[in-house]
């Protein structure tokens, strides 16, 4: 072929190619505003319809692998669990429902006849009157000192940060063999008065070889508190804890002992 054919067949497809940009340029002015931005709203909405991501904290992955199946990225679960809550040596039956959602979980209680709820958007709600200070502070300790809470805390935003490693009791001897913790600090990031935990952080102790929470610390009005997981049950390959206790200067004031779990897709 001469090198005139050649130049001649350059030219025409340039031509082509320069054609093609001049319509795609024409088209999109062409369009309308309101179906360019009807496409933009209909890109975000799929965005948020899309599946949450639990896969933003390592350390909060591999618990819900360890907990079972109910994180799953589509996943809807209902946890609800019966039992019985002493305070102030006072028991009262408990049964507390926890959905899961696309921003983390729904959550209701009954506890003596009294309905309470929480969402993510609403804070803590009474079925009927109003929210006293000792309910909530009841359905925080419940909702968020939970290792459920400690996987889906990310999707509010809330950040981790892995304070220590293989941890031992401080008054751990030379020749201790017992657990090693993992301590992972959970920040929360409301800044809404009305729907900000009483306690804004929480420091998880991972337990280095079961993967599972052993404790929960924090400070509540200047006081420590301890929340200690002292037994779980396994149901429908789900694992919960069945017993927990809460303490505050070495003295339990309050304990919820489960006696029975239910999960539901």
Not at 27 to 38: D, F, G, K, V, Y
Not at 113 to 133: F, M, Y
Request: hydrophobic letters at 40%; aromatic letters at 6%.
């Amino acid at each position: 072929m001469s090198r005139k054919v050649t130049a001649v067949l350059l030219g025409a497809a340039l031509i082509v190619i320069a054609a093609c940009a001049v319509n795609a340029f024409l088209i999109t002015r062409a369009a309308p505003e309101s179906s360019l931005h009807n496409t933009q709203v209909t890109a975000q909405q799929r965005v948020r319809r899309g599946p949450r991501n639990l896969f933003l904290q390592p350390e909060a992955l591999r618990v819900s692998r360890l907990l079972g199946k109910r994180f799953d990225r589509s996943s809807r679960a209902i946890t609800t669990t019966v039992g019985s809550l002493t305070l102030a040596g006072n028991q009262q039956p408990l049964t507390l429902v926890r959905r899961q959602t696309e921003s983390g979980e729904d959550v209701e209680l009954a506890l003596g006849g009294r309905g309470l709820t929480w969402t993510d958007n609403d804070g803590i709600k009474a079925r009927s009157g109003v929210v006293t200070d000792i309910e909530r502070l009841l359905v925080e300790r419940l909702l968020l000192d939970s290792p459920d809470q400690f996987v889906l805390a990310q999707l509010r935003g809330a950040s981790y940060f892995t304070v220590a490693r293989n941890v031992r009791p401080t008054d751990a001897s030379d020749g201790y063999s017992g657990a090693l913790w993992n301590l992972v600090r959970v920040d929360e990031p409301q800044t809404d008065e009305n729907l900000r935990p009483l306690s804004s952080w929480r420091i998880y102790y991972i337990n280095v070889q079961s993967g599972l929470p052993d404790r929960i610390e924090y400070q509540l009005y200047g006081q420590e508190i301890t929340a200690d997981f002292l037994a779980w049950r396994e149901a429908e390959g789900e694992r919960t804890p069945s017993h927990i206790t809460w303490s505050s200067g070495g003295e339990t004031v309050m304990e919820y002992q489960v006696t029975n779990v239910s999960h539901n897709q």
